[in-house]
């Protein structure tokens, strides 16, 4: 059985990035799960691999001002600070393997803009995977930020010319090209939050049924926070 854990905010890797963690996240998770049973799920772009809808605008909501004393601990951000969400979805990893892209092979950030969070709340529980976070050997980096954004992606570039490319799978363990430094696992109504510039990967294990019903799969919400302007 899992321990679960109360909230903390602790650091992971060499570059001791920040990750809260928060178990019974909220009071009542089953009505979100019932609310993604009412979604209409469909493909919104390239890079996630599976299926997403709108989370509820209440959850949202909540969320940003629920997370905000934490997050602006997290962050090293004034305590007044407001945050705004950008973006809020229902989220299902559908995608079988040998369809998967590239860009889905391998560690990833969410973007390099500093200001931006990323939340991820787990509906599903531990035989779901979980979620790793990873340094990229040849620059040591494990966040991208701007300023960093062009030499990690001439060294990937170069990474992949001579290791070559991921196979058709999921990304998990080290290889030669990523070190994979820290890891959690799903929990149902577990939440975490780290910066959006953190290269990390959803861990999907061998041989998941990649279930698009949101009772069935691996069902989570993710939130993208932005520090507010004045």
Not at 78 to 105: G, H, K, Y
Not at 108 to 134: I, N, Q, R, S
Not at 149 to 176: I, M, N, T, V
């Amino acid at each position: 059985m899992t321990q679960r854990q109360a909230p903390s905010i602790r650091a992971i890797g060499r570059e001791r990035l920040p990750l809260f963690l928060a178990d019974e996240a909220l009071p009542d998770p089953q009505r979100l799960v019932l609310a993604a049973q009412a979604a209409s799920f469909a493909r919104n772009g390239p890079y996630y691999p599976g299926i997403r809808a709108a989370a509820p605008a209440g959850y949202a909501a909540g969320l940003a001002e629920a997370l905000r004393r934490p997050v602006c601990a997290m962050m090293g951000w004034s305590a007044d600070t407001r945050l705004e969400t950008a973006s809020c979805d229902f989220s299902l990893v559908t995608t079988p393997p040998r369809d998967l892209a590239l860009i889905q092979r391998l560690p990833h950030f969410d973007g390099t803009d500093g200001e931006v969070v990323a939340v991820l709340h787990y509906l599903c529980g531990p035989e779901h995977g979980g979620t790793a976070f990873y340094r990229h050997l040849s620059t040591g980096f494990e966040r991208v930020t701007e300023d960093r954004h062009a030499a990690y992606d001439a060294a990937l570039r170069q990474d992949l010319a001579d290791h070559g490319e991921p196979g058709p799978s999921y990304r998990g363990a080290s290889d030669d090209i990523f070190e994979r430094h820290a890891r959690v696992e799903c929990v149902f109504n577990r939440l975490i939050a780290y910066s959006g510039t953190t290269l990390h990967s959803g861990l999907v294990p061998e041989g998941h049924g990649l279930s698009a019903a949101p009772e069935e799969g691996r069902l989570t919400v993710n939130t993208f926070l932005r520090r507010a302007s004045a």
